[in-house]
């Protein structure tokens, strides 16, 4: 197989998934061993972090909340603060994701916010970035991207930006109704982010910072996507929600990566 590169595969559960079921797949996917060179992983509801990263500690299977506050504690209701999600055995933390920011007031501001939070406890972000279609038609996807990743990226210190995890997630790629993007356009897409973290912090720190593609992957596509040069794995929705379609798709994945 292939080394060339670390391949990253995750799955959000966004809002499904209460306690019992989410520990049965979390029981389901204790055994699972992942191939060489990937690391996949799951995003839970808050309801079920807890229980399963204590099922799937020591696993292959890395397990991420879906959001969270950047201050230590005070008068959030309603908000997790990142020492809570650390607490609860997450080993990542999604931020960013555009759900939040359409429905739930997160601003580039924020985002960047909960950046450094996460990183002073000792969790991986996992930023999401991303366009509308009215960005994507007017022509400034890059323009758009490159603004959200400095941001995003403003106070972390450049030796921190390998252990972050970047998913460009078109906004209109995302949900039932998304449409995937073509590989040309993730190649020339990703091909800018890796420029723009070059520019941030240096060749050699930012061809370290992994970059995902998140928007309507399916077990068909994302060995397409993977095979680009600057993307290092995908991140699903629906298409991993159970755990034999997320082993499949890891299998489909790694097809990709097996030598001729």
Not at 150 to 161: C, M, P, Q, R, W
Not at 195 to 220: F, H, M, N, W
Not at 225 to 234: A, I, L, M, T, W
Request: with cysteine.
């Amino acid at each position: 197989m292939v080394t060339r590169k670390t391949v990253w595969i995750g799955t959000n559960w966004k809002m499904n998934k209460g306690p019992a079921e989410a520990l049965a797949a979390a029981e389901a996917l204790k055994a699972y061993r992942a191939p060489d060179g990937v690391k996949p992983f799951i995003i839970t509801p808050f309801t079920s972090l807890q229980a399963v990263a204590s099922v799937l500690k020591g696993t292959d299977v890395l397990v991420g909340a879906q959001n969270m506050h950047w201050e230590e504690s005070g008068s959030w209701t309603g908000e997790i603060s990142p020492g809570m999600v650390k607490e609860c055995g997450a080993d990542i933390v999604l931020i960013g994701h555009s759900e939040r920011r359409q429905h739930f007031a997160e601003t580039d501001w924020t985002v960047s916010r909960k950046m450094s939070a996460a990183l002073r406890h000792g969790l991986r972000p996992l930023l999401c970035i991303g366009e509308s279609l009215e960005e994507y038609d007017f022509g400034v996807t890059a323009e758009t991207l490159s603004r959200q990743l400095k941001i995003a990226l403003h106070d972390v210190a450049h030796a921190d930006l390998p252990n972050i995890l970047i998913a460009y997630e078109p906004v209109w790629a995302i949900g039932a109704g998304g449409r995937a993007a073509d590989t040309d356009c993730v190649a020339k897409v990703h091909a800018g982010l890796r420029a723009v973290l070059c520019e941030i912090a240096g060749k050699d720190i930012g061809d370290r910072v992994p970059l995902l593609y998140g928007g309507s992957v399916t077990q068909d596509n994302a060995r397409s996507y993977v095979s680009q040069p600057n993307v290092d794995g995908v991140f699903v929705g629906r298409a991993g929600w159970s755990v034999p379609d997320f082993e499949k798709l890891i299998d489909r994945v790694i097809e990709e990566r097996a030598p001729a």
